[in-house]
């Protein structure tokens, strides 16, 4: 027999008799443990959602991060292989560069006639 059921069999009994006391306190029971598995199996989902989220994102910057590395590293041999060894300040510059500077110093190197000049094209002004 269904709990429920039997409490709806009894529910015109006694509020105090053990024939209605004891199915409501076990229903009662039953929905606190179905209620705080729910919340235990929510949290777990959401902790393991959460966690892949934060590993792809980490995945994300780490490669976004390692591409701009080896960027630059390219453009600092190139530059020295065309204009000589770079100073510490030219390669602060070029550690703060961003994405979109990088990838217009790449492109002035082709036709670069100086150092200044490829910086400027870049929008990397030394300073």
């Known amino acids: 027999m269904d709990i ?3 409490v709806l069999d009894h529910e015109k ?3 105090n008799s053990l024939n209605y006391l004891i199915p409501e306190l076990i229903l009662q029971r039953c929905k606190r443990q179905a209620a705080a ?3 235990a199996m929510g949290e777990a989902r959401g902790q393991a959602i959460g966690e892949a989220r934060g590993e792809a994102r980490g995945e994300a910057r780490g490669e976004a991060r390692g591409e701009a590395r080896g960027r630059r590293q390219t453009l600092e041999l190139q530059l020295e292989v065309q204009f000589g060894k770079l100073s510490p300040k030219l ?3 070029l550690e703060r560069a961003n ?3 990088l990838e217009r110093l790449a492109i002035a190197l082709l036709d ?3 150092l200044e000049g490829a910086l400027s094209a870049a929008g990397l002004h030394r300073r």
């Open 4 to 6: 429920e059921q039997f």
């Open 13 to 15: 009994e006694d509020k």
């Open 37 to 39: 598995e729910g919340a």
């Open 91 to 93: 390669l602060r510059t």
């Open 99 to 101: 994405a979109r500077q």
């Open 112 to 114: 670069a006639g100086s």
